[in-house]
């Protein structure tokens, strides 16, 4: 049986600012990506992507957002030509969403912006400092897969 480790005041002080150096950051890079669509409609993109084409309950639980609030934001996206809204063939009563061609360059849009900003930024970090950033991503990419 392997037991659980002892975590100290300092890994509980890790923690804290972890997670609020994260939240920092992603405002940041939300600020970078402002334009024709909102965070919530950004992010229901991205994870239209990441899914390929889901329902509207499986876009709503991977957002956790209301399904109402879904159905709102999808409709207001198929109007703007982001997604297109679909039956699904062997079943006419599930919608599914996918990205249309907008859609997909407004997403490639937002992610450049993002990446750019976060390459000026390291790009004003030294060698080494870059060096143990490459570490940390690696480490953070662990943590976030679970370790």
Known sequence: MTTAPVLTAD???VAVRLRTLVTRLNRKLRQQAL???SPAQASLLAMTDRLGSPT???LARAEQIQPPTTT???G???EAGLLARFEEPSDRRISRVKLT???RR???RIRKLKTAYLVEQIGSLDGADRARLAELVDLLERLAEGV
């Open 11 to 13: 890994d509980l002080d």
């Open 35 to 37: 334009g024709s669509v």
């Open 56 to 58: 509207l309950g499986e």
């Open 72 to 74: 709102r934001l999808v």
């Open 76 to 78: 207001t996206m198929v």
């Open 101 to 103: 061609q907008a859609g």
């Open 106 to 108: 407004e997403l490639d």
